[in-house]
């Protein structure tokens, strides 16, 4: 049963040394026959390749098809695909304890990877809540940032406030929080409407006569007026991602920002939430981003790479200061999944070969290599406006005009159209865009595996660069 057999053990090997055969793929599916499926797809009128299989940098449909992960789904597969020491901890964990409810129970798992997280936080007093998701997390933030302020007698501090293009999840509490435009008109939900300052995104937004420092104040004191605007005595929170993911493509704040933005929380009263969904858990090179940023949250939420794709995981780090309130007060929230044995163990075999394989490490070195291949690469394009890179977590914005850094009209398909691109390329990226002045900015985000090496870089880029001529009609990269 949990015995890989002979060929199952090469191909997890070869993938993982490199040692590839590339006329012949590891597992061979026969092709099932065209019925309507019942899945009500995330998209529902979309078609996709059904997966099969997966092992280190790679993905295999049903059709043989092989596709080069470089975004780990939605930096998501931090260690790859089919990691043989995750499995095994995760085999092991669901023949001894799958799940036990966490209303009656804790679980090794859980104990030992919130120990894992608090010592990479770096307050001994702080707590780890498990959750399966995201959204789950964000949301549950939120709450403990409202109950922390009913313990300390303060009721009335219920506002969030977040940034423009930003995004926290899709439940209802965490998508309000949000600053995507497009995710928030059509989801048709009846968010609140919290205030939202301009984000610290020094490509669009600097002035060509400001320093950096000027910037990152200027950018930062919005933050202040926004609370003049709406009173310190009602805001519970400011919600951040310290290197902004999906709504605008990697875009780290500028240094100084956050810095003037922890002082700034600290002086109104106002917990500090750093949205480590996408950008933590190693991606950037530092296990927690807002390390870039010499700042302590108050609250912190990690999820995608925390459990790499092998079971959901999703984690709220709380710092010493909030817990010891909630400890206190108490805490009225729960999912039945909080904590799951099974999950937890997979975050902790993560954790483990993370920490053992020096990753963190390796991404920072990694990720030097992939900033200057995509310089390289796109740099000269005359319709590539800027390339962002942060560890092993990259993005290319494209622009009509590099000069006015204008959009692209009448294209509002544009990240769809490089998707599949891409998938016809066997690249699998993660293309998004944003919109100003009425025109579609798209941007490409790549977040590799951390056990990338230099080939599957370079692969990658190749593979992009070609995806991006083929949407891009008439544009040149070299």
Not at 149 to 161: F, L, M, S, T, Y
């Amino acid at each position: 049963g949990s015995e890989m057999s002979i060929r199952d053990r090469a191909c997890v090997i070869a993938q993982f040394t490199g040692v590839r055969s590339p006329n012949r793929v590891c597992e061979t599916t026969e092709l099932e026959p065209e019925v309507p499926s019942s899945v009500f797809y995330r998209m529902p009128r979309q078609r996709y390749p059904r997966a099969v299989s997966a092992s280190g940098m790679y993905l295999q449909d049903s059709d043989g098809r092989r596709y080069l992960d470089m975004s780990g789904g939605a930096a998501v597969s931090c260690l790859g695909h089919s990691h043989p020491d995750v499995v095994a901890a995760l085999q092991q964990q669901i023949q001894t304890l799958a799940f036990a409810h966490t209303a009656f129970f804790t679980n090794e798992p859980q104990e030992r990877l919130a120990a894992h997280l608090v010592r990479h936080f770096g307050d001994d007093a702080a707590k780890v809540y498990f959750l399966s998701g995201g959204s789950e997390a964000n949301e549950t933030a939120l709450k403990l940032a409202w109950q922390y302020w009913v313990a300390r007698g303060r009721p009335e501090k219920k506002i969030i406030v977040s940034r423009e293009h930003s995004y926290h999840g899709n439940t209802l509490g965490a998508l309000s929080a949000s600053g995507n435009p497009g995710r928030r008109r059509v989801s048709a939900a009846p968010l609140l409407e919290w205030p939202r300052i301009e984000p610290c995104y020094a490509y669009r937004e600097q002035r060509d006569e400001e320093s950096i420092d000027d910037y990152a104040a200027r950018a930062a004191n919005a933050l202040q007026t926004a609370i003049d605007a709406h009173g310190s005595d009602k805001i519970a929170a400011f919600i951040a991602e310290p290197v902004v993911g999906s709504s605008l493509g990697v875009v780290p704040a500028v240094p100084g920002y956050f810095e003037c933005i922890r002082e700034i929380c600290t002086a109104n009263d106002i917990l500090l939430i750093a949205d480590e969904i996408m950008c933590g858990s190693g991606r950037t090179g530092e296990f927690f981003a807002h390390r870039h940023f010499n700042v302590i949250p108050d609250l912190v939420t990690l999820a995608k790479g925390i459990g790499g794709g092998y079971q959901p995981l999703a984690a709220v780090v709380l710092s010493g200061a909030v817990a010891r309130e909630l400890e206190r007060a108490g805490f009225a929230h729960g999912h039945t999944y909080v904590g799951h044995a099974a999950a937890c163990s997979a975050g902790a075999a993560v954790l483990d070969v993370l920490e053992r394989d020096n990753l963190l490490a390796h991404a920072r070195k990694l990720g030097r290599v992939l900033d200057s291949s995509l310089q390289e690469r796109f740099k000269s394009h005359k319709l590539v406006g800027d390339i962002r890179c942060v560890g092993m977590f990259a993005a290319v914005e494209l622009v009509s005009d590099r000069v006015s850094k204008a959009g692209f009209a009448d294209r509002p398909g544009l990240a769809e159209e490089l998707r599949q691109a891409a998938m016809d390329e066997g690249l699998v990226c993660y293309p998004g865009s944003a919109v100003f002045d009425g025109k579609t900015v798209p941007h490409v985000m790549f977040a590799p595996p951390l056990i990338s090496q230099q080939r599957d870089i370079e692969e990658g880029i190749s593979r992009l660069s070609k995806a991006i001529e083929r949407v891009l009609e008439g544009g040149s990269v070299r």
